[in-house]
């Protein structure tokens, strides 16, 4: 496998043509340059799932290489946009702390659970009532920074071509598009990928999430706290509120229902004053199982799909960047749980 054409420019298509680079495979990334996820993204790595308190799919083996991975592009890129992360929970129920304190000394979970001895200390201007706890080695990407980086980086390599998909120009029988003939195409559109006639089954549902830009001279600088939505801090008085969870809304505009469900997450932790500057919106690539899906097409030999990241995609598209090239190049199986062959009947 010499040339590879790769559908789309986010962190799952960017990353996977980062990794095929190194394998000094000849790369081509055809990128309509209106990102609707990756650049909206918080950005956030944070290796538990809050609700039951469990760790995040794959976590333990997922934080390390992604902090690896990202670090290695700092220097590469010759930008910074890694930062470590604090991230305070709040629980919002005494189960919520109960799921806490029985986890906390578990293998695997002591890596990430900082253990309290009293949960009910109380946080300056936070609403705490029933405790706190403190994720260990998270930390956050600084999405549109990265983003830039890649693209610019993509670009000085002569392998980033700015324009929307075609499919009339497509021939997936003898993988063509327009006049260039590629040993593979890999498809990673994702909320976009039910336009595309070929990975239907994998069924990628629009997941829309917005989030507000506030500053506030007040709010705490130091963690990212959260309960029932996160307050990031991004230094210099700024923050991101975040973020909904909008099924099947296909249209990607900002809405005054999701600005005021915003603000009741932050009033649920704290009566400091802000201001409100500013609201985005994203798409993101969501599957109904929660997991990501890579593969091959199972009729046209070379056709892949590397797309589902959803809500964990800066966590997750290091290392499954990585699986995807090996089995790509050299056939190594993928994890049973992400494999599109799981759609197929």
Known sequence: MKNVLIIGGGIAGGSLALQLIEQNINVTVLDRGQNYSSVI???MVNPMVFRRMN???RATEML???RSFY?????KFGIEFLADLKIRRFFSSDQERGYWEKKQHQSGYNDFLTVHSDFHKQVPNAKSEFGSGLVKSAFWIRSEVFMTGLHDYLGKQGVLNTAFFNENLFNA???TY????YDAVVFCCGSANNKISFFEPANIQYNRGQILELESKELPEGESWNRKGFLLPLGSNKFKLGATYEWNEPELSVTTEAREKLEVVIQRITDLPYKVVGQQVGMRPTVVDRRPVLGMHPKHKGLFIFN?????GYMMAPLLSKEMADFMLKGTPLHKEVEYARFIK
């Open 55 to 57: 760790l995040s799919w």
């Open 178 to 181: 327009g006049s260039e003939k």
């Open 308 to 312: 589902g990241l959803g809500t964990k």
């Open 41 to 43: 993204a918080s950005g």
């Open 64 to 66: 390390p290489y992604a």
């Open 71 to 75: 670090n290695d592009l700092e220097q």
């Open 173 to 175: 029988s003898k993988l």
